[in-house]
């Protein structure tokens, strides 16, 4: 055991003071390339077998470190002949992984810019459709704030935004429509969730708990909150305590723009200058 000890603090003391600039560049890219492995394979069967070999890896590290001579001649033995047979077992995700890998940069910022106009366009079809209908709906977008404590009141979604998807969770006498909707990002995340209600005394008395949920959540957080009303059909949007009432098409198709063209890497958050164009009055101003 003392000997095991002595291993493990010289390797610590190499680890902390050998290694050069150099090294750590090194490791850098190793642990880079590792990661872009891992998610190649995610959610294949590759991924299990990587498990498994780094588990392998790692107690062939530990038996020559504590001095199981056996042990570590089969774990590496296992290594040096498994390899390959796990190269042609897993032929063809490998294959796929490596063209993945040669597209992935070439298309990736036209894929992101893609996604973000379907989604505007999925979002701003339902918010028109359901106005025309007079369907009232409330849809939260998650900004740097995290709102787990506001998804944990409603039931889970983890969705892609479609407008259909939104159009029936709002659809009225059904078991979700009571309630907000929660978006991170590019996925609804929630349903019927349960906002808090602002206690502004200059709230318009047109407006219901609907507006006042919205504007509760946008004073009590940075979320951006689309709301359609239920009497009216007039669709409005509340940041910071303030609403902006009567958006049209055109309107809300540049907000959503501004907000999913800004960043692709970080596409729920906001610009705050280009946010509030057209903003002018108060809570419960109609504009």
């Known amino acids: 055991m003392a000997g095991f000890w002595d291993q493990a603090q010289t390797f610590m003391w190499n680890l902390i003071h050998r290694p050069t600039l150099i090294d750590y560049i090194d490791i850098l890219?190793?642990?880079?390339?590792?990661?872009?492995?891992?998610?190649?394979?995610?959610?294949?069967?590759?991924?299990?077998?990587?498990?498994?070999?780094?588990?392998?890896?790692?107690?062939?590290?530990?038996?020559?470190l504590i001095g199981l001579t056996a042990l570590n001649w089969v774990l590496r033995s296992i290594l040096n002949n498994g390899v390959i047979a796990l190269m042609i077992l897993f032929q063809p995700e490998l294959r796929r992984a490596l063209e993945q890998l040669g597209r992935?940069?070439?298309?990736?910022?036209?894929?992101?810019?893609?996604?973000?106009?379907?989604?505007?366009?999925?979002?701003?079809?339902?918010?028109?459709r359901l106005s025309r209908r007079r369907v009232g709906?409330?849809?939260?977008?998650?900004?740097?704030?995290?709102?787990?404590?506001?998804?944990?009141?409603?039931?889970?979604?983890?969705?892609l935004i479609s407008a259909p998807l939104l159009e029936n969770i709002f659809e009225p006498n059904t078991p979700l429509h009571d309630g907000?909707?929660?978006?991170?990002?590019?996925?609804?995340?929630?349903?019927?969730?349960?906002?808090?209600?602002?206690e502004s005394s200059s709230i318009s008395r047109d407006l219901g708990t609907r507006h006042?949920?919205?504007?509760?959540?946008?004073?009590?957080?940075?979320?951006?909150?689309?709301i359609v009303s239920e009497e009216t059909g007039v669709i409005?949007?509340?940041?910071?305590?303030?609403?902006?009432?009567?958006?049209?098409?055109?309107?809300?198709?540049?907000?959503?723009?501004?907000?999913?063209?800004?960043?692709?890497?970080?596409?729920?958050?906001?610009?705050?200058?280009?946010?509030?164009?057209?903003?002018?009055g108060g809570a419960g101003h109609d504009e």
Not at 105 to 111: F, L, M, V
Not at 115 to 123: G, L, M, T
Not at 180 to 198: K, T
Request: one cysteine or more; hydrophobic letters at 45%; aromatic letters at 6%.
């Open 29 to 64: 890219i190793i642990a880079f390339l590792i990661y872009q492995l891992v998610l190649l394979t995610r959610q294949t069967r590759a991924i299990q077998v990587l498990k498994g070999l780094a588990v392998i890896i790692v107690a062939s590290y530990v038996s020559e």
């Open 104 to 128: 992935t940069a070439k298309i990736e910022h036209g894929q992101a810019q893609d996604e973000s106009e379907r989604i505007v366009d999925e979002i701003t079809q339902c918010l028109l």
């Open 137 to 159: 709906a409330l849809i939260v977008f998650e900004q740097r704030t995290g709102l787990k404590d506001v998804t944990e009141t409603g039931t889970a979604i983890d969705s």
């Open 180 to 198: 907000a909707v929660i978006i991170r990002g590019q996925r609804v995340v929630s349903a019927a969730c349960v906002l808090p209600l602002s």
């Open 212 to 226: 006042r949920a919205g504007l509760g959540m946008s004073e009590n957080t940075d979320a951006i909150v689309l």
């Open 236 to 280: 409005s949007m509340a940041r910071g305590g303030r609403l902006t009432r009567h958006l049209d098409a055109e309107a809300i198709r540049r907000q959503l723009r501004e907000m999913y063209h800004e960043d692709h890497s970080r596409i729920w958050q906001w610009t705050h200058k280009k946010l509030w164009p057209f903003r002018k």
